[in-house]
């Protein structure tokens, strides 16, 4: 009788005690691969995070807490998402971050409202740092989703009006992944190629399996026999190194239009096929171009985890976070929702940025940046090769706004 | 186009190549023991990890020749300690105890060099552009794969026909009881098929691993490929793994380059019931039609190709 006593009071109290060390930290749950072909992306993204966290927490943490990222291995597919999703939510983490994969983004965004619905009070947020097929914030958006990066069509349209300015572009060949995001992409770019530059040539339109073909030369192959001078892809990750790779054993001369062609091995094997100054991408901003402070951030970052900034879209998602988390003087769902949408600050990379109340995604400049050796006087190469990215092409952020048709349910 | 024909054929016989380095050991321990070693695509993938750490250290061409002595050895030992205990159980005990062994090898493939793919790279005396046709270079790090696995083949053929261990090996692929009742140490051969099986596997690994990526889910990736080739050639049939794998090389690598679907043929209004599958092209499919002709030989003719047994 006496030995159940006490073991019920050892219980009470370290049931009590429990909860208190819950609340003095902000859980953000990081839910990307952490193994599998997506792996080298998505520990990528977990650096970047606890990066960011570490830096909240030496200026004091968020009223008083500590933020801390918890990692979430989903392996790169949606049903072992939501596995994770609901294992966070089991674990009290009100804060998820996401970015590998539109799928996965979408499955999350419908899994986070559905969630949010029967659970008021106890809902999750979910920040979206990558997956970028426009239905996420169109048809299919949500109240308790937040995107930090420009959508497929917004990108397309940056990097199309680049193109529309380059006579010597003739035929074009489209290569992506065959899921939801690349197939937006090449939608998007058939439609807007065809709009800007009907004079272009689409010669070969195609789709990988998502990270499953370690071997592109057919694909290649393929390529050279179309007499394609230009490639557009949406590939990320394997697919994007890989297909690089590729190209520099085939010795493939064309020009590279790209989203992500600084993923990781990318800058090497485009060093290895000698194509200066040909592989473009469209991104947030880069290095050598970018405001002092931001420069400041690449050199730390660079110090401490041994990679580039991947992800400044992901330093405003946190920068913003932890804006939200002061203002509202709570870290819910109910209460950071209320503060992120309609907030308008300053981009990383400089100038205005804000997140849209009707869809919320968040708007700053892009820039179109190519690959090559370095200018004198720029900092930062890529990988250990002397080349580095430099910015030749700049959209205003109100130049990359596209109208949407959203009707979220508001709580 | 010839130059699609020529590259694709290349590419197809050099990944055919890739594909029966390991179907050859798997064919051999398969039809002798009637082990079918779920495990045998871990031993691709010890040697990649193997070659790549005595690479690091020492050279590529040290690792060339150990690494596969080493995860042979790991493959002899498999087997006598391992699968032999098994043997009076039944088939049955010895597919999962191969089954288990591939995850436990992920994992601690996964525990010493982690999750992201590493650096094993072509060694610099390979590095170089070993031909130009049509403006395309091919490289000769390819070729070198290519040779390999030619040697490999005839030193195989050479081993089988013209040895003495070779033909009692042949007899036990056939006829496995004759030969024990004839004298000779089954056991003992079991362990060394075994183990040269799993060498050879580890030696497609060696080479393969700068050419696809060197990480913990190339085992994966390839292990399906493998049974397709072992039943589509036929059980206890060398002839047969080599001709199912230079099939399925090349049909696969063909069919990546081929846009052909029947909207294309035959226009791009789909009959109601056919919708998307209309759009889909030659290209899309490529990865699943090594199992099509897997489901389409075990219909038509279960013993494969050229085999002599059924399953």
């Known amino acids: ?411 | 186009m010839l130059q699609l024909i020529t590259f694709s054929t290349l590419n197809g016989v050099l990944y055919g190549m890739l594909l029966f380095m390991m179907a050859s050991g798997l064919t051999l321990i398969f039809s002798m023991m009637g082990v079918l070693n779920f495990a045998h695509a871990s031993f691709y993938m010890l040697g990649a990890y193997f070659g790549f750490e005595i690479s690091r250290r020492i050279g590529f061409w040290p690792g060339f020749i150990v690494a596969p002595l080493a995860v042979g050895g790991v493959g002899a030992l498999v087997e006598r300690y391992g699968l032999r205990r098994l043997h009076r159980l039944g088939h049955v005990s010895e597919l999962l105890f191969t089954f288990g062994l591939a995850f436990v090898i992920e994992e601690l493939v996964r525990i010493f060099w982690g999750n992201l793919p590493v650096n094993y790279s072509v060694p610099p005396s390979l590095d170089f552009v070993a031909f130009r046709l049509f403006d395309t270079t091919y490289p000769a790090y390819r070729m070198f794969m290519l040779l390999t696995a030619v040697a490999m083949f005839a030193a195989l053929l050479v081993g089988l026909t013209r040895t003495r261990i070779g033909i009692i090996i042949q007899a036990a692929l056939t006829h496995p009881d004759m030969v024990a009742m004839l004298g000779h140490d089954v056991p003992r051969i079991f362990m060394l098929v075994f183990g040269a099986g799993a060498a050879l596997a580890g030696l497609a690994g060696v080479i393969a691993g700068p050419a696809l990526v060197t990480q913990p889910s190339m085992a994966a990736s390839l292990g399906p490929i493998l049974f397709v080739v072992i039943v589509v050639g036929g059980l206890g049939s060398l002839g047969g793994a080599f001709a199912a794998s230079l099939l399925i090389g090349l049909v696969q690598t063909f069919a990546v380059a081929m846009n052909y679907s029947l909207a294309g043929i035959f226009g791009s209004t789909a009959p109601p019931f056919l919708g998307d599958l209309w759009q889909v092209t030659v290209a899309e499919l490529a990865p699943i039609i090594p199992y099509v002709l897997l489901v389409l030989m075990l219909i038509v003719r279960p013993t494969g190709l050229m085999g002599t047994r059924e399953t």
């Open chain 1, 1 to 411: 009788m006496v030995k159940s006593g006490l073991a019920g009071c050892a219980l009470a109290l370290c049931l009590s005690a429990a909860p208190a060390l819950a609340q003095d930290t902000i859980k953000i749950g990081y839910i990307d691969p952490l193994s599998g072909g997506g792996a080298s992306t998505g520990e990528g993204g977990l650096k970047t995070f606890n990066f960011l966290a570490d830096e909240i927490n030496a200026a004091g943490g968020l009223n008083g807490k500590k933020v801390q990222i918890v990692p979430l291995d989903n392996k790169g597919n949606p049903q072992e998402t939501l596995i994770q999703a609901q294992k966070a939510a089991d674990d009290g983490i009100h804060i998820i971050t996401q970015g590998d994969g539109s799928a996965v983004g979408i499955a999350l965004e419908d899994w986070v409202t559905k969630f949010d619905q029967r659970n008021p009070g106890n809902e999750i947020l979910y920040l979206n740092y990558g997956a970028i097929d426009p239905a996420m914030t169109n048809d299919k958006c949500s109240y308790w989703h937040f995107r930090y990066e420009a959508d497929v069509n917004m990108l397309m349209a940056a990097m199309t009006n680049f193109m529309k300015g380059r006579p010597n572009i003739k035929k074009v060949y489209l290569i992506n992944q065959d899921y939801s995001f690349g197939q937006a992409v090449h939608v998007a770019a058939r439609a807007m190629l065809g709009e800007k530059r009907p004079d272009i040539q689409i010669v070969g339109d195609e789709l990988v399996p998502l990270l499953k073909v370690t071997d592109f030369s057919p694909y290649i192959a393929k390529i050279k026999a179309s007499g394609a001078d230009s490639v557009i892809t949406g590939n990320w990750g394997q697919d994007m190194t890989l297909l690089l790779k590729a190209a520099a054993d085939a010795g493939l001369q064309t020009d590279w239009y790209t989203y992500y062609a600084s993923a990781v091995g990318g800058p090497l094997a485009i060093k290895q096929t000698g194509l200066a100054n040909r592989v473009f991408e469209v991104q947030e901003g880069f290095p050598n171009s970018a405001p002092e402070a931001a420069q400041k951030f690449e050199t730390a970052f660079r110090a401490k985890e041994g990679m580039s900034v991947w992800y400044p879209r992901a330093v405003n998602e946190m920068r913003t976070l932890a804006k939200a988390i002061t203002l509202a003087k709570a870290d819910d769902a109910k209460s950071i929702a209320a503060q992120l949408e309609g907030m308008k600050t300053e981009a990383f990379d400089g100038g205005d940025a804000w997140m849209r109340k009707d869809d919320h995604q968040f708007f700053t400049n892009l820039s179109i940046g190519s690959f090559g050796p370095l200018d004198p006087g720029a900092k930062f190469d890529e990988e250990g090769t002397g080349w580095g990215w430099k910015t030749i092409g700049a959209v205003e952020a109100a130049d990359t706004v596209l109208p949407t048709t959203c009707k979220m349910e508001r709580p």
